[in-house]
């Protein structure tokens, strides 16, 4: 972790607390976090240690109740709806355990998601979908529905989407979780080619092995970070 | 601009996805907007239709008659009332400053007969002056009677449309001699043909006019009498005014002592036409409204299910950068989408009905119609689906996401 890098996330204490009727519950208590350009990150933790509050977070589909979130010194913390829309938009790629692809498109078109709610014409979606599609090796798998692909294919097809609005970072919730063990691992070794071509990754996972690809690695625990290393 | 229409095309790929939904969804709006728009065309049809019969009466027509022109007329009040004659004419026209134009119409029926036909004719009795008064028509072949054939009580005849038709079909009826009550008549004119009106009485097609002293001599001294007026179409209040005051000195009654009589106009029945107009209105459009909410219900329930089936992909939309405004045009434009399918199927149908029934019916169809169907239907589409829509943009994707 060189300080020459560029900084693209900083939180400072960040706490996300709810209300569940009388209990008031801190999802995540005052935590503080930098990710840099490049950074491979797992983010590990039990179940309710607040390792997807942090996801949501980071991937601004949450805002926090206290604290400064910033992403490329854009104040996250204070934006609306629509503005968190379009950070998710253009910063961020997501990929989710589950694939979350959209059943009734072909795989072509679910790459395309992203790219509709930004501002390309429609023949610039469709080439930089096909560019993503390339990228993960499914060229020839474009006109295919997702339920004509196999888990890994499946997860591939997430991933392009995630790649294909050159996002700043990606976000991966258990990309390996619904795979069997061979296409997790095809899947393992596309992330470290994504880090190596210079992509900002973070994978929330509570497995080992996956957390041991990653370079950085942090932990936490009842909505603390105790481990940053 | 842009996004808009690309959320509008996601919603209607919804559409296609599923179409028996929508179809099924849409008959019910197709439906109301078919009763709708047959109550509407219906509506101005009848409109029309009585516009064309008022013509007949005349906008500068009174007539002075012992009934007044009612749909709820208190008959035994009026059955007793000195009958109209020709002496309240002359006081009419002594008195009179607004009447430009005066005739007495003696009305009677007899069987009329030209070679082997034969028919029960309307047969009008009238001064030579009834030639200014033909509202509606005028004389298309021959001439009206003159004021000597008057005096003389000639045996001549002026025929309306239907008669020359019944009896000469389509040949030159002037100079023919047809038998009215057993006597014989020369047809010296005849009428353009007007068609049928919706007030009885109105049209002139039917009739048979003479001079009515010829009438008197020939038919019959009784017959019903009214007084047929001609004034300016601006004086005519003041005209039925004067006239009854006039008439009410022809007949000597006394202050306090109501009238015997009933000065008449074209005016009369459209009040009562259209009090009897915003009865139908009123009643079509409130059966076709109730059916536009139940259908518009129907849509908001689809809807509904539509948001609810598609919770996670609302979610999985706004992780990728879907903002709550380009998920709520998705869903309105899948609302409206609905709405105008039911629309057009609305005005298929319309446009199958009008074309079986152009003869029965006189529905107007056309693309003004089409357009207030379309903007209805946007309206019905946005009204209904707002509130599914907005519930579905305001989803948090978080939730949105973890939905099974």
């Known amino acids: 972790m060189s300080k020459s890098k560029k900084e693209i996330i900083s939180m400072d204490s960040i706490s996300k607390i709810y209300h569940l009727g009388n209990n008031v519950v801190k999802a995540l208590d005052n935590v503080s976090i930098n990710i840099y350009e490049n950074d491979f990150i797992s983010i590990m933790g039990p179940s309710g240690s607040g390792k997807s509050t942090l996801m949501n977070m980071i991937g601004c589909l949450d805002v926090p109740t206290k604290g400064v979130y910033k992403f490329n010194n854009e104040l996250i913390s204070e934006m609306n709806d629509s503005q968190l829309a379009n950070i998710r938009n253009e910063k961020i790629g997501f990929v989710f355990q589950t694939f979350n692809l959209l059943p009734k498109l072909t795989s072509l078109k679910n790459v395309e998601v992203p790219l509709i709610y930004s501002s390309l014409g429609k023949k610039k979606r469709l080439q930089r979908a096909e ?40 976000l991966a919730d258990e990309p390996t979780g619904n795979l069997d063990s061979k296409s997790g691992i095809e ?20 497995e080992d092995s996956v957390a041991k690809r990653a370079k950085r690695r942090v932990e936490l625990f009842d909505g603390k970070i105790v481990v940053d290393e | 601009m842009n996004s808009i229409f690309k959320n509008i095309l996601i919603g209607l790929s919804a559409v296609r996805t599923n179409l028996t939904r929508v179809i099924l969804t ?38 002075v008659g012992t009934w007044p022109w009612s749909f709820d007329f208190d008959w035994w009040q009026y059955r007793n009332r000195p009958k109209i004659d020709e002496d309240s004419l002359e006081y009419i026209t002594r008195y009179s400053t607004y009447v430009t134009d005066i005739s007495i119409k003696k009305s009677t029926w007899t069987r009329g007969s030209f070679s082997n036909k034969s028919s029960f004719l309307q047969i009008n009795g009238v001064y030579p002056s009834y030639a200014e008064m033909l509202s509606g028509t005028k004389i298309v072949n021959g001439r009206f009677f003159s004021q000597n054939e008057w005096d003389l009580q000639r045996r001549v005849i002026v025929v309306g449309g239907t008669v020359r038709d019944g009896f000469f079909d389509g040949e030159d009826p002037i100079g023919k001699k047809i038998r009215l009550g057993g006597v014989t008549f020369e047809i010296i004119g005849e009428l353009k043909k007007q068609g049928m009106g919706m007030v009885p009485g109105g049209t002139l097609d039917t009739l048979v ?6 009438f008197n001599r020939i038919l019959t001294r009784w017959g019903f009498a009214e007084l047929v007026l001609k004034t300016k179409p ?27 009589f009933s000065v008449n106009s074209a005016d009369a029945y459209q009040e009562q036409f259209d009090a009897i107009k915003i009865a139908i209105a009123g009643m079509g459009f409130l059966v076709t409204g109730i059916s536009l909410v139940v259908s518009a219900i129907g849509i908001m329930n689809v809807m509904f299910v539509s948001v609810r089936e598609r919770t996670r992909e609302i979610g999985i939309r706004k992780a990728m950068g879907a903002t709550n405004n380009n998920i709520l045009v998705q869903f309105l434009s899948e609302a409206v989408a609905i709405s105008i399918i039911g629309g057009s199927t609305g005005i298929i149908l319309v446009k199958l009905i009008t074309v079986a029934l152009s003869s029965y019916l006189p529905v107007e169809f056309n693309l003004l119609l089409i357009f207030y169907t379309f903007m209805v239907c946007v309206f019905i589409g946005v009204s209904a689906g707002m509130i599914p829509a907005r519930t579905a943009a305001n989803l948090n994707p978080i939730d949105a996401l973890r939905h099974e």
């Open chain 2, 209 to 214: 006019i003479m001079p009515s002293s010829t």
């Open chain 2, 26 to 63: 849409s008959l019910g709006l197709a439906i109301g907007i078919f009763t709708v728009s047959i109550v509407t065309a219906g509506v101005s049809s009848i409109d029309k239709e009585f516009d064309k019969s008022m013509e007949y009466f005349g906008n500068d027509k009174i007539y």
């Open chain 1, 131 to 170: 560019e993503a599609l390339s990228i993960v090796g499914l060229s020839d798998r474009m006109a295919h529905k997702p339920s004509e692909l196999s888990g890994g294919q499946r997860q591939r097809v997430a991933i392009a989407r995630a790649l294909v609005n050159k996002p700043s970072i990606i």
């Open chain 2, 234 to 260: 601006e004086d005519m209040s003041k005209a039925k005014e004067e006239v009854g005051m006039i008439m009410r000195l022809a007949r000597k009654l006394k202050p306090g002592e109501s009238d015997n």
């Open chain 1, 187 to 206: 899947i393992l070794n596309f992330f470290d080619e994504l880090h190596k071509a210079g992509n900002t990754l973070i994978i929330v996972t509570h």
